[in-house]
């Protein structure tokens, strides 16, 4: 079993920058892969940015590449999303999944674990 805490979701202006958390209990072997999703209001959840967790090999919807950056860190036991250069669109409830089964990177019915989400709202 696999429990997902997201935070540091708040509200910043166009142009600047938030990191987001996702921590979890229980295990994410090597062999998983983790993933950011967001959900903008009337739109349908979409993913972000995926991490291979063993290779450390990672994947990026086209909208955020080179702004965004998903990463590990060890200490804290969590997926962090550095997210740069944000823009009004990028407003949007932004949930952590973890443990894929099968599926592609952003494949939202693959993923078995997920947290409750953290708010984003950029403000131009």
């Known amino acids: 079993q696999v429990q997902l805490v997201e935070s540091g979701g708040g509200s910043v202006q166009a142009g600047g920058s938030l990191r987001l958390s996702c921590a979890f209990s229980?295990?994410?072997?090597?062999?998983?892969?983790v993933a950011w999703f967001r959900q903008a209001p009337g739109k349908e959840r979409e993913g972000v940015a995926g991490?291979?967790?063993?290779?450390?090999?990672?994947f990026y919807a086209d909208s955020v590449k080179g702004r965004f950056a998903i990463s590990r860190d060890y200490a804290k036991k969590s997926v962090d999303l550095q997210m740069n250069n944000l823009t009004p669109t990028d407003t949007a409830m932004y949930y952590c999944?973890?443990?894929?089964?099968?599926?592609?990177?952003?494949?939202?019915?693959?993923?078995?674990?997920w947290g409750q989400g953290t708010q984003v709202t950029v403000s131009s």
């Open positions: 999944a973890a443990v894929k089964l099968g599926g592609n990177w952003f494949t939202i019915s693959a993923y078995k674990y």
């Open positions: 229980g295990h994410i072997s090597g062999n998983h892969h």
């Open positions: 991490l291979y967790v063993g290779v450390g090999s990672t």
